[in-house]
């Protein structure tokens, strides 16, 4: 379950404010959120030295402490500081998740806390240098190319690769999924409201075959290794289990397999169909090819006799 705790993206760009109960035209108890009168409100996701600022932020942490008691017995939480404040949030965020962690020790359990993209004016290093558990990048530069090619460098962040953040309602499929997860990934799907096109059913196939195979394979135990295999998506515990990712279009790619002498049970995923197909074992100690038994993206599961 994730709880957003604020919400910013409403507040920028559209009139979420003449509804917000922290404008004062809203309550009776002499609270104005909107600290210079513009009527946007957006002051309400910053830190403030006014007295006004001071108050509103108490209210939001009461309000906060509320949330946390409420749902701190529940194993399954996520909180997200806010989604999709401006540039002017920063600090503000930072100061939420310190608040939420700072509450959250005294408490029984202790949840994930999360932020996410900040738009508009941020970068995904605002991100990395937060207090955050998880964060959910944008693309990024091209460096970084989360939606295209993520990298699988470690940011010491949880990273939650989410499609609200790439693109919004325009992207995402089956091959995102697959080379966000084997490069050491979570993946959020933005859903359409309405009728579905077909790359959005082919990004929810992918997502179901990923929590199979998580399922499946020592995932705790095993790392992004782009170096071991020449199409550089590839999870592995080197000379156990080796979870092998080919975008399609190249159908003959090898693994290194050095650090196994094997034999290693072969298995084929076509990620179009959800067919899976048995291979012939291989043994292992050098760079191995393999070719892909069927047209399209596939997935090569690899796992060491006795792993």
């Not at 932020?115 to 290093?125: A, E, S, V």
């Amino acid at each position: 379950m994730a709880v957003m705790l604020f919400e910013g993206f409403e507040l920028q760009f559209y009139d979420a404010w003449n509804g917000h109960p922290f404008n004062r035209d809203n309550n009776i108890n002499g609270i104005d959120g909107d600290l210079n009168g513009d009527g946007r409100g957006i002051e309400y996701n910053t830190l403030d030295g006014a007295s006004m600022g001071k108050r509103v932020q108490e209210l939001q942490r009461s309000y906060m402490r509320k949330v946390i008691d409420t749902v701190n017995d529940l194993d399954n939480v996520l909180y997200e500081a806010c989604n999709e404040a401006g540039a002017y949030s920063k600090q503000w965020q930072y100061d939420v998740i310190r608040y939420v962690k700072e509450y959250e020790a005294g408490k029984p359990k202790q949840h994930p806390v999360g932020m996410t993209f900040i738009h508009k004016g941020g970068t995904n290093d605002d991100l990395f240098q937060s207090p955050a558990d998880w964060v959910s990048p944008n693309p990024g530069t091209p460096d970084e190319n989360y939606f295209n090619n993520p990298p699988s460098k470690y940011t010491g962040k949880v990273i939650v690769n989410d499609t609200d953040h790439l693109c919004g309602h325009v992207c995402g499929d089956a091959v995102w999924v697959w080379k966000s997860f084997c490069r050491g990934m979570n993946v959020l799907f933005m859903e359409e409201l309405p009728a579905s096109p077909f790359w959005q059913d082919s990004a929810r196939e992918g997502m179901g075959q990923t929590r199979r195979y998580a399922e499946k394979i020592n995932l705790a135990e095993m790392t992004p290794r782009d170096d071991l295999a020449s199409v550089k998506y590839c999870l592995a515990k080197p000379g156990s289990e080796y979870l092998v990712f080919q975008p399609g279009g190249n159908g003959e790619f090898t693994v290194d397999l050095r650090d196994g002498p094997g034999p290693y049970a072969v298995e084929w995923l076509s990620v179009n169909t959800g067919k899976i197909v048995p291979g012939k074992p291989v043994q292992g100690g050098g760079r191995t090819i393999f070719s892909t038994p069927f047209g399209g993206p596939a997935v090569l599961y690899l796992k060491a006799d006795g792993a």
